[in-house]
Nanobody, 125 residues
């Protein structure tokens, strides 16, 4: 069983930066593709960024490309999401998720088996 705990969310202003962290316990972290998703009330969970097991490849939603960066530290069993130039549209609950399957990075939340509890990010205008 894998447990994921996010941290680092908060209330910021337009143009500010935040760094989210997701600490994993249980399982074998280095064998999982990891993803960050976000959800706004009333909308479906949205793929934000993904990173492969070794950290060698990263993928982003078009809406965050060039502003967000995903990274991981397998020794510390942690995945990060650096968020720069934040916009009000980035306001959401952010979740990290683990995909234990053998596939490449998926943007489909249904293919992620483990989820954290989420951390709120609010960008004030």
């Amino acid at each position: 069983q894998v447990q994921l705990v996010e941290s680092g969310g908060g209330l910021v202003q337009i143009g500010d930066s935040l760094r989210l962290s997701c600490a994993a316990s249980g399982g074998t972290f280095s064998t999982y593709n990891m993803g960050w998703f976000r959800r706004v009330p009333g909308k479906e969970r949205e793929f934000v960024a993904g990173i492969t097991r070794s950290g060698g490849s990263t993928f982003y939603a078009d809406s965050v490309k060039g502003r967000f960066a995903i990274s991981r530290d397998n020794a510390k069993k942690t995945v990060f999401l650096q968020m720069n130039s934040l916009e009000p549209e980035d306001t959401a609950i952010y979740y990290c998720a683990a995909d234990t399957g053998p596939r490449s990075i998926s943007r489909n939340p249904k293919e992620y088996e483990y989820w954290g509890q989420g951390t709120q990010v609010t960008v004030s205008s």
